[in-house]
Nanobody, 129 residues
Framework: QVQLVESGGGLVQAGGSLRLSCVATGRTITARSMGWFRQAPGKEREFVAATLRIGSDPYYGDSVKGRFTISRDNAKNTVYLQMNDLKPGDTGIYYC??????????????????????WGQGTQVTVFS
């Protein structure tokens, strides 16, 4: 079992930045793909970013490309999401997710929440204009 705990959310003005952290306990994340998703009120869960074990380029949702950066520190069993130039549309609960696999059979799986096996409780991000 892997337990994930997110932190770093908060209230920020548009144009500002936040850095989310996701600490994993129970098992190492070294051999796992890790992802971030978000969900706004009344909307479906949306893929934000993912990082694979094998050191390939990270993956980003179209709405956050160029503004968000996902990174991982395997020694700390932690994944980060640096969010810059935040917009009101980025408001939502941000969830960290972990897979049991280092890489999916199809890249498209990374964008699907159902492919991940473990989820955190989420952290709220609110961006005001």
């Amino acid at each position: 079992q892997v337990q994930l705990v997110e932190s770093g959310g908060g209230l920020v003005q548009a144009g500002g930045s936040l850095r989310l952290s996701c600490v994993a306990t129970g098992r190492t994340i070294t051999a796992r793909s890790m992802g971030w998703f978000r969900q706004a009120p009344g909307k479906e869960r949306e893929f934000v970013a993912a990082t694979l074990r094998i050191g390939s380029d990270p993956y980003y949702g179209d709405s956050v490309k160029g503004r968000f950066t996902i990174s991982r520190d395997n020694a700390k069993n932690t994944v980060y999401l640096q969010m810059n130039d935040l917009k009101p549309g980025d408001t939502g609960i941000y969830y960290c997710a972990a897979s049991q696999s280092s890489a999916p059979a199809r890249t498209a799986n990374l964008y699907q929440g159902g492919w991940y096996d473990y989820w955190g409780q989420g952290t709220q991000v609110t961006v005001f204009s």
